[in-house]
């Protein structure tokens, strides 16, 4: 995707929900998604990455909305490439920064020392709330693959952002904005979501939660974004997906010596 350009995924005019784009600093590297929530004079940033990225984001967000106005940031899990960033976010903003109660004690290793506006989600989830009480929903996603993991319902949008959940993994100037045909599509996903994702168990209970929200997208931390077909086609897909402990004995067999 290479791609500094946004799409804006849902606007009824009080409420916009935007995709800021992506970047791949190097061949090796993945791509990280970012995005923005938009409602009314609030804005609230979904993972928004690692320190590389920090001057994309912050001059993509700026386009849409002012710094003061950021009131809420919300990350998946801990790992670098969603959460790095956070002091430097920390510095920019006054806002409350939403993470798993498993990381606390983690955040002084990216350099927070100052906890008074992280606000902890407990296992179960949570919600974000704008000031005229429309809300966020944080459903847990344990073990998709971090053990403290949530996804971001939109109930005015109908956007799920997934983390890592329906992650692709695109060879260079393969990628796409938007999931261009489900079956053609696995070849970018399977290897990753086997590997990373724990067990069939966890997938399926994902499955039998977001099953019960009304989704028009899912939007992922990397790569492309799916549309309500595609995203049908992918919960049947992932809650028969054998992964991670299902495939223990494999995974060891083609790492031994």
Excluded at 29 to 50: A, F, K, M, R
């Amino acid at each position: 995707m290479d791609n500094e350009s946004f799409t804006t995924l849902f606007d009824n005019g009080k409420h916009k929900f935007i995709f800021l784009g992506s970047e791949r600093k190097s061949e090796e590297s993945i791509p990280t998604n970012q995005y923005l929530i938009v409602h009314n004079d609030e804005g609230v940033l979904l993972d928004p990455g690692g320190v590389h990225v920090f001057p994309r984001v912050l001059a993509s967000v700026v386009e849409f909305i002012d710094l003061g106005k950021i009131k809420h940031v919300f990350y998946s899990h801990q790992d670098p490439d969603v959460s790095s960033g956070i002091t430097l976010w920390d510095s920019v903003l006054e806002t409350k920064f939403y993470i798993s109660k498993l990381w606390e004690r983690f955040l002084p290793h990216f350099g927070v020392f100052e906890k008074s506006r992280m606000v902890l989600i407990e296992d179960s989830g949570g919600k974000i709330k704008f000031k005229d009480g429309a809300e966020l929903q944080i459903i847990p996603a344990h073990f998709l693959h971090s053990t403290g993991n949530f996804n971001l319902y939109d109930p005015t949008s109908k956007i799920l952002f997934s983390g890592d959940i329906g992650v692709s993994v695109f060879p260079e100037g393969k990628d796409t904005v938007f999931v261009e045909g489900f079956s053609e599509h696995i070849k970018y996903i399977e290897g990753f979501h086997k590997r990373y994702m724990v067990s069939n168990k966890v997938c399926k209970k994902w499955v039998d939660i977001v099953k019960k929200l009304d989704v028009e997208q899912m939007v992922p931390q990397h790569g492309a974004i799916y549309k309500k077909p595609e995203y049908k086609e992918f919960l049947n897909w992932f809650e028969s997906l054998k992964c991670g402990t299902d495939l223990i004995d494999e995974i060891y067999k083609v790492g031994a010596k």
